[in-house]
Protein backbone atom coordinates (compact mmCIF):
# COMPACT_ATOMS: atom_id res chain seq x y z
CA UNK A 1 0.00 0.00 0.00
CA UNK A 2 1.33 3.60 -1.01
CA UNK A 3 2.06 6.07 1.50
CA UNK A 4 -0.70 8.25 -0.59
CA UNK A 5 -2.82 5.64 -0.13
CA UNK A 6 -2.63 4.73 3.22
CA UNK A 7 -2.91 8.46 3.97
CA UNK A 8 -6.43 8.68 2.44
CA UNK A 9 -7.39 5.99 4.74
CA UNK A 10 -6.52 7.53 7.69
CA UNK A 11 -8.17 10.82 6.80
CA UNK A 12 -11.38 8.75 5.54
CA UNK A 13 -11.36 6.72 9.10
CA UNK A 14 -11.05 10.51 10.95
CA UNK A 15 -13.55 11.78 9.08
CA UNK A 16 -16.24 8.31 9.67
CA UNK A 17 -16.75 10.43 12.70
CA UNK A 18 -19.44 12.66 10.55
CA UNK A 19 -20.64 10.19 9.59
CA UNK A 20 -20.53 11.58 5.73
CA UNK A 21 -23.03 10.86 3.15
CA UNK A 22 -20.57 11.48 0.43
CA UNK A 23 -16.52 11.12 0.93
CA UNK A 24 -13.97 12.42 -1.94
CA UNK A 25 -10.67 12.76 -0.74
CA UNK A 26 -7.93 13.51 -3.59
CA UNK A 27 -3.82 13.81 -2.70
CA UNK A 28 -3.06 16.76 -5.21
CA UNK A 29 0.65 16.10 -3.36
CA UNK A 30 1.79 16.21 -7.38
CA UNK A 31 0.46 19.55 -8.29
CA UNK A 32 2.97 20.81 -5.18
CA UNK A 33 6.12 18.87 -6.05
CA UNK A 34 9.08 21.43 -4.97
CA UNK A 35 6.91 23.25 -2.48
CA UNK A 36 8.83 23.69 1.00
CA UNK A 37 5.85 21.75 2.62
CA UNK A 38 5.80 19.22 0.24
CA UNK A 39 10.09 18.55 0.33
CA UNK A 40 9.49 16.71 3.93
CA UNK A 41 6.97 14.45 2.47
CA UNK A 42 3.87 16.11 3.70
CA UNK A 43 0.82 15.89 1.59
CA UNK A 44 -1.44 18.19 -0.08
CA UNK A 45 -5.19 16.85 -0.36
CA UNK A 46 -8.59 17.66 -1.22
CA UNK A 47 -11.76 16.58 0.42
CA UNK A 48 -14.97 16.88 -0.55
CA UNK A 49 -17.60 15.89 2.52
CA UNK A 50 -21.42 16.03 2.80
CA UNK A 51 -22.64 15.14 6.53
CA UNK A 52 -25.95 15.99 7.76
CA UNK A 53 -23.99 17.21 11.12
CA UNK A 54 -23.15 20.28 8.67
CA UNK A 55 -26.23 21.26 8.50
CA UNK A 56 -27.28 24.71 9.90
CA UNK A 57 -23.55 25.15 10.28
CA UNK A 58 -21.76 28.24 8.75
CA UNK A 59 -18.53 27.34 6.50
CA UNK A 60 -16.07 27.76 9.25
CA UNK A 61 -18.01 25.91 11.75
CA UNK A 62 -18.29 22.75 9.34
CA UNK A 63 -14.51 23.71 8.39
CA UNK A 64 -13.57 23.72 12.23
CA UNK A 65 -15.22 20.27 12.47
CA UNK A 66 -13.18 18.86 9.84
CA UNK A 67 -10.01 20.47 11.43
CA UNK A 68 -10.18 19.41 14.86
CA UNK A 69 -10.79 15.52 13.53
CA UNK A 70 -7.71 15.71 12.35
CA UNK A 71 -5.58 18.59 13.47
CA UNK A 72 -2.75 15.76 14.76
CA UNK A 73 -2.31 15.42 10.97
CA UNK A 74 -1.25 19.14 10.04
CA UNK A 75 1.49 19.93 9.35
CA UNK A 76 2.86 16.45 8.85
CA UNK A 77 1.68 14.29 6.94
CA UNK A 78 -1.26 16.81 5.94
CA UNK A 79 0.94 20.14 4.86
CA UNK A 80 -2.48 21.73 3.24
CA UNK A 81 -6.30 20.16 3.10
CA UNK A 82 -8.60 22.15 0.90
CA UNK A 83 -12.33 21.62 2.24
CA UNK A 84 -15.55 21.32 0.58
CA UNK A 85 -17.56 20.72 3.45
CA UNK A 86 -21.73 20.34 2.75
CA UNK A 87 -24.41 19.65 4.46
CA UNK A 88 -27.03 17.57 1.99
CA UNK A 89 -29.46 18.86 0.27
CA UNK A 90 -33.06 19.25 0.78
CA UNK A 91 -35.84 18.20 -2.11
CA UNK A 92 -38.62 20.39 -1.93
Do not use: W
Request: charged share 20%; proline share 7%.
Amino acid sequence: MSASTERIDLIRSRLAGLDPLALDIRDDSHLHAGHAGAQGGAGHYHVHIVSARFAGLSPVARHRLVYDLLRDLIPHPIHALALDAQAPKSNP
